[in-house]
DNA sequence: CGGCGACTTGGACAGTGTCCAAAGCTGGAG
DNA sequence: CTCCAGCTTTGGACACTGTCCAAGTCGCCG
């Protein structure tokens, strides 16, 4: 399961490169939630020649194989989640955009029929929005009310 | 409910300008998802020197008084949601960004508490993902598959 | 009515992501 | 093993979203 995913792309009929090698690697050894431009830092310090537009272009392929998850949090910049198996849902602190797994069975509900507006759904996420440690004490800091 | 949200804006010391009230109104007379940029463009067209810098910031300041959502959807810009009241839910097409609103009382779970990382948690969302019924259309179009 | 200070302005700026023509490389055919 | 078609990469330009700041404006209180 770490390495077959070069198989996966070449039974595809995808060709395999050096740049989607090591996109491949620096997604696999890394279980947190990475920014596409983390990503291109962190291929090119194998691969120094990488572009961003590859990254990019490699990520959006990726995802739509189902490799990686596109995380659409409130940050600026969309996350890769290469942890895609236990489909798993995020915290996320409003303050500073850090992000937490959910890993137990915690699952959104399924929605009737009648709610969904002529869509063809696939997927439910849920994202629980809050403060983090981290924020919280800073904020005590800041407003000390006493 | 309709108009006192000058009010609200008053009572907490914030001052009554003119481009506030126009944000205000645009929000107010649309019941869709709005991005900033459509806000700054339909509040230019009854204040036509509104900045933009002042439809980001009032938009924020909306945000943190509770009376409008920051919606980070899949799309490129962040929408703006003034139906605060009935709590709900979205869907969203992963091809055009369309959005539409889960009416029923369909919730997230709430989350154990070893599941919260030290986090304060204040809200949880769930997106439905999927595909519109007009997309679907031209997929088929596209790939008629015989 | 006058002044304090919150608010707005507009333009510069940073970050994210897309696009494109040209050059490079993979993988299959011969 | 070599060659070629065409899939990929490159790198730079570009569009868009959102932030920041100094200067000027104007709402609100006294």
Redesign the interface.
Known sequence: MSAPLVDRLRDRGYRLTAQRRVVAEVLAGDNTHLSADEVHTRAAAVLPEISRATVYSTLQQFSALGEVR?L????AAKLYDPNVEPRHHH?V?DRCDAV?D???G????D??AQ???????????????????AC?DTAVIADPEE
């Open positions: 596109e659409a949090l409130g940050g915290l602190c937490y959910v890993a137990r915690v699952d959104a509900p929605l009737p709610e969904h507006h002529g869509m063809v759904l696939d997927a439910a996420e849920i994202i629980y929005h809050g403060v983090c440690a919280a």
